[in-house]
């Protein structure tokens, strides 16, 4: 699988000499945009697995239920409320929208202007000049071209202008269905010895479950999201210039990020601490966020590479390779192998059922559906009854006819009288019969000396022999019943 990104094959010369970007997440961006609802069970099951989400949380994080938000209920309008609502019912084509690609690649010119500026003190936390700032708006709204190194506008402005942006937005760059969710990646903490709960916060698990949830946020939200992480990672390595630490940061952008809107302090009394927490952990490990933990990785590519049905095209057939033909026979008798020992298994189980079933029928109480029972197991040779363990011999062959006319057959063509066994179930009285029928060969000679009256004589003395037994038979039978 690690053929697909060893090389590449490019005809262009101008892009030869560029490198080459690897992109370890490459099939779960590819499942992500594929199949959406396989990729959303997959990595919700896995966040389940880390927090407790209640039914109702679940299914607002799922998208199925409209998130219940703090103050949402809520009667009293403050002034505060009132002035972000009239706010946001100004939209723009950037400003005050709903996030689009075309709002980043706006946004974006902000935040690489930032990048350069980043030893201003008080970034972020220092207001910058409102008609500066007003300019700088109607540009980025119209889509004119604006050059921002021009040192017409000072990083105080373009940095409260993106502070703007994000507070405009229809909804917290985080989305209000996930609010819950982050609410309970916060109260992570690790055990102790005895199992009980401690207040240290369980960084790996943190990590982990942000990692999956921001793999279900639109791809706008996450494309911004790791724009701006990154900015404020950076702003926050330079605070011995700029005294803006990962905290600082964290009080001016929980707001626009996390909080859900038209809510104020009071809404979020409770929980404030808490999103501002996790707003600063997101900043301090903003570079392991974005990627996809190694068990998602490892799903995605065996859903691509690990089925029949995609091996054999696009850019699967570069997985192919001269050694791949000699593993085929190995592949085909391991496969062999497995459906021997899987119709053996499945016999095996077969006979198990049926014996279970015999001594089923055998314990039942005596009944005409009983004695139904058993003569349908008799019709089939193949069911095993509890007697059946031992290796059953087969079948005998039909043996050749015994009787007195099929000898003189034999006498008449010349074949050796060969003498009769004597089966366990032989009656006396046909012993002494067929002894009789051996003495009157032996008497009758040759087949050349044998004339037609002897064989008269001796059919009437084998038929008179079959009487005398028959009504021997017959005796015995009145007398035993």
Known sequence: SDAICNFVICNDSSLRSQPIIFNPDFFVEKLRHEKPEVFTELVVSNITRLIDLPGAELAQLMGEEDPKLPGANS???????????LKRKEKGVVFGSPLTEEGIAQVSQLIEYLHKNLRAEGLFRVPGNSIRQQILKDALNSGTDIDLDSGEFHSNDVATL????LGELPEPLLTHKHFHAHLKIADLTLFDEKGNKTSTPDKERQIEALQLLFLILPAPNRSLLKLLLDLLYQTAKKQDKNK???????LMFAPHILWPRNVTANDLQENITKLNNGVSFMIKHSQKLFKAPVYIRECARLHYLGSRAHTSKDDLDLLTYPGSKELQPLKTQKRSRLDTCHQEETQQRTEEALKELFR?????????KKKKLIRQFNKHPTALTPGSDRPTSPAPRRTRSRSFSGL???????TPVIQERKSRDATPESERVSKENVQLLQKCGSPAHMSQTKLKSLEGRKAESCRHVRARLRSKDSSSL
């Open 75 to 85: 009667t009293a309008s403050g002034f505060f409320r009132s002035l972000m609502s």
């Open 162 to 165: 993106l502070k703007m942006f």
């Open 244 to 250: 803006m630490s990962a905290h600082n940061l964290a």
């Open 360 to 368: 089923h029928v055998h314990n039942m109480p005596d009944s005409a």
């Open 408 to 414: 003189i057959k034999r006498k008449v063509l010349g």
